[in-house]
T-cell receptor, first 112, second 112 residues
Framework: SQTIHQWPATLVQPVGSPLSLECTVEGTSNPNLYWYRQAAGRGLQLLFY??????ISSEVPQNLSASRPQDRQFILSSKKLLLSDSGFYLCAWGQGAYNEQFFGPGTRLTVL | RKEVEQDPGPFNVPEGATVAFNCTYSNSASQSFFWYRQDCRKEPKLLMSVYSSGNEDGRFTAQLNRASQYISLLIRDSKLSDSATYLC?????????????FGAGTRLAVHP
């Protein structure tokens, strides 16, 4: 069966510091991978989407970037965090025409 | 108008009650629909997929009305463990790929 891992689970970072969040998927090959952010009390916002190694689509302009160095690895990065980057970051994988997606446990980021 | 709209609740119901959540979507070309369940500070988990007019799984029934662009989720015989936020999700084709659009969620609290 497929599993999806994210780390770290929680993170507190100062404004202006860099960020690297990692997501890996097991039990499937060539998945579509997604990064979402959920602000407190808000819905999920799609940040990045990837259909394969090195293929990244950005959904909204921001100071975040994403990379996919391996088939089942998806990384979210920032060179300088802003206060507004605080939130719950979720990685998801999906396959199939209907686009069912399955989420990792998430990283709760607080920028101070 | 938001792409996916839900009543935010909260719905406070006693154990054993039947409760229904409603959701409307704006993209008439959408082909697949989902209900996710999200517990407090956890990742969303897929509850039901809805591809045709409806789907039933135990105490849960989802219905789709394409003409009215309306989806519903019915929970019968509510349990304390059903307390969570329920997310209405619509798959839309935009910018050359399928993407999930999430509603902000409806909160359910089941009490003894």
């Amino acid at each position: 069966s497929q599993t999806i891992h994210q780390w770290p689970a929680t993170l507190v970072q100062p404004v202006g510091s860099p960020l690297s969040l990692e997501c890996t998927v097991e039990g499937t090959s060539n998945p579509n991978l997604y990064w979402y952010r959920q602000a407190a009390g808000r819905g999920l916002q799609l940040l990045f989407y990837s259909v394969g190694i090195g293929q990244i689509s950005s959904e909204v302009p921001q100071n975040l970037s994403a990379s996919r160095p391996q088939d089942r690895q998806f990384i979210l990065s920032s060179k300088k965090l802003l206060l507004s980057d605080s939130g719950f970051y979720l990685c998801a994988w999906g396959q199939g025409a209907y686009n069912e997606q399955f989420f990792g446990p998430g990283t709760r980021l607080t920028v101070l | 108008r938001k792409e996916v709209e839900q009543d935010p609740g909260p719905f406070n119901v006693p154990e054993g009650a039947t409760v229904a959540f409603n959701c409307t979507y704006s993209n008439s070309a959408s082909q697949s629909f989902f209900w996710y369940r999200q517990d407090c500070r956890k990742e969303p988990k897929l509850l039901m997929s809805v591809y045709s007019s409806g789907n039933e799984d135990g105490r849960f029934t989802a219905q789709l009305n394409r003409a009215s662009q309306y989806i519903s989720l019915l929970i019968r015989d509510s349990k304390l463990s059903d307390s969570a936020t329920y997310l209405c999700v619509v798959n839309s084709f935009s910018g050359g790929y399928n993407k999930l659009i999430f509603g902000a969620g409806t909160r359910l609290a089941v009490h003894p």
